[in-house]
């Protein structure tokens, strides 16, 4: 019973998580563009005279998509279409299942020791679980493009699905390196890995024992996430909206909110592999130990906690770079996208491979 | 032809997978509303038709119902986003058929407004045709400089878009006290701001591939469909009427015909770039140079044209932009012919876009500037 109220627990946390910080990202992302082009940024909902810095515009944006009327257009096909933004929004949320966010709560003492791992699931496939998850929301690309029977939909929905595929060859390939040095694919497992210290001083992070595995595993996670320069599905434009240009209300919405989860899933995904997952370098299982100083001994919830908050900032920061690329930089053309997946990204991460095996090899 | 197929003038081909796209008229990178028809093959663009005439209003034959004067603000919404040009050439068609003498100053703050006119519509050209490519914070700060020169404008003639800035025999009234400060502020805030797009777009790897080797058109072509603007100094030739037939005070200022070779989109972009330098150097010697005296000449109140026909153009900054009046000796002109030059651009169209892809069409159109007000007139 409690195991099971735990487990509810954990759920309605991840999913208050990810819906809330999916609407707070709209206003990142709105007031980010805002303070790179010069400008103020939404600041004009309010509840009594409190604007609170935009905030309010997420809130005002749900009631808008909930009310909003849905619009289903004369041809489309009445029983996909519904169904694609569906397929487009649950798969990035359940892909955050195996994602671990923090060490482990210790409640009471021996015998009725209670532990609890901040995560909700450790499969021992782990990341294999997210990609076969993540291809999951291609269906919901290609369907909501055919579906709507527009043409500029169906280039748009063409584009996305032939984009997430390749693009997901070379994002599986350079995580491949982590999982051949960790030897395990349980992302548990893999964060615990990245607590150790080389040399006593260097923290095992994936970053550092596969630096270029993280440069294409980021370029694969913002292609994969559909954002400029890899935003062609929807490039506004060239095909105005592209797959979801026929969608309204809140089917519009869960295209929409799923693709800021989408971002919020990759950014956590680049954590947990590359950039040391929950871990604080030098904080181990007692406390703060850093070389040649006195340990700095900490209770194991505070130790918990504190990590939760680690993967939380690193998460946030990773978020916020691959929100920021959007307004930097042009869009690549379709043939060129697919030369850099296929020509650049693609040998690329064979070669990180195969440099990595033989080092593996060697070095054990 | 048939209700059901008004507009379609391409007609699906024999291969599989080949099929028409609609592109506009309501279509966020066509500018306007402009219709393009496409015959594509997945992504290959094989063919291309453009409908156009969605905002014609018939400004050639609002003219003959109107005085000379009193057509000036219907000359405002030919290229809205250049519209003091398109009053200069109106101003000075009508001068050399009345025969009318304009003063010195008058000229000099006219060349100031034409200039200024050029940098606002290369702004907003440069800002839609970086989003178009997909740079979306580029576009923001074209419009920010923008509206530094809007705010001129309307210093100077109380309008910002539909300006009607000049009048026939001069100027409405003389340069407003600290107008010129606020121009000498601009000119000393543009460099830096134009070195920051150049730092953001012309080296940028992605802007070339998308731009290099796309849309070529040879000198040849361009004088065969009859090009002008930098769509044809893109390509190598280097036709400017403000160096050609020199209008205004054009003649006495010292500037340069920025040309490329290649004809390519990126070509396109190097030479406006450059054309905004250019204007800049304009402006601060007409600065340095201006006289002091009248702003307008001696206008009879009731202007008869004598009998004749005149053809005048000036070089707006979409090319060669020009008035054909005829008149029959009324006050009214009998017939008027406007040459448009985004009219006679987007003719080319087709042949810019041939093996592109979709991607390259939205660039194209991007790089040709065509405004929809001066096309459909």
Known sequence: MLDLLIVLGKIAILVGCLLGGAAFLTWVERKQSAAMQDRIGPNRADIFGFTLWGLFHPIADGIKMLVKEDLRPRFADPYIFP???????????????????????????????????????????GILFIFAVASISVYGVILGGWSSANKWSLLGGMRGASQMLSYEVSMGLSAMGIFMIYETMSLAKIAQAQGDLFFGFIPAWGIVLQPAAFVLFMVAAIAETKRVPFDLPESESELIAGYFLEYSGMKFGLFFMGEFIEIIVAGSIITTLFLGSY?????????????????????????????????????????????????????????????????VLFPLAIANLLVTAILCLLLT | METGTVGAFLEPGEKEGDFILNMGPQHPATHGVLRVILRTEGENVVDCDSDIGYLHRGQEKTAENLPYVEFTPYTDRLDYIAAPAMNLTWV??????????????????????????????????????????????????????????LDLFE???????????????????????GWLEDLEAFLDLFPSRLSDYHKLLTKNRIWLRRTKGIGVVTADECVDWGLSGPLIRGSGIALDLRRKQPYEIYDRLDFDIPTQEEGDVYARYLVRMEEMNQSLRILRQCVDQLPSGPFIGKVPKRLKAPKGELYHATESPRGEFGFYIYSDGGTQPARVKIRAPSFINLQALPVLIRGALLADVVAVIGSIDIVLGEVDR
């Open chain 2, 155 to 177: 210093g100077f003639g109380g309008a910002r878009l539909t300006t009607h800035i000049f009048r026939v025999g001069g100027l409405p009234n003389d340069l407003p006290k």
């Open chain 1, 279 to 343: 871990q604080i370098p030098y904080l181990g299982p007692e406390g703060l130990q850093i070389p040649g100083l006195e340990l700095w001994a900490m209770g194991p919830n505070f130790i918990a906690i504190l990590q939760c908050m680690a993967f939380l900032v690193k998460t946030a920061a990773m978020v916020f770079l691959l929100q920021s690329i959007r307004w930097t930089l042009p869009r690549f053309r379709y043939d060129q996208l697919m030369k850099l997946g296929w020509k």
């Open chain 1, 83 to 125: 169904i694609a933004p569906l397929l487009a929004f649950f798969p990035a949320m359940v892909a955050f299942a195996v994602i671990p966010w923090g060490g482990t709560l210790k409640f009471g003492a021996e015998p009725d020791l209670l532990l609890i791992p901040l995560q909700l699931a450790d499969l021992n496939v």
């Open chain 2, 92 to 149: 000075e068609a009508c001068e050399r058929l009345l025969q009318l003498e304009v003063p010195e100053r008058a000229k000099y703050i006219r060349v100031i407004i034409a200039e200024l006119t050029r940098l606002a519509s290369h702004l907003l050209w440069l800002g839609t045709h970086a989003m178009d490519i997909g740079a979306l914070t580029l576009f923001l700060y074209c419009f920010r400089e923008r509206e530094m020169v």
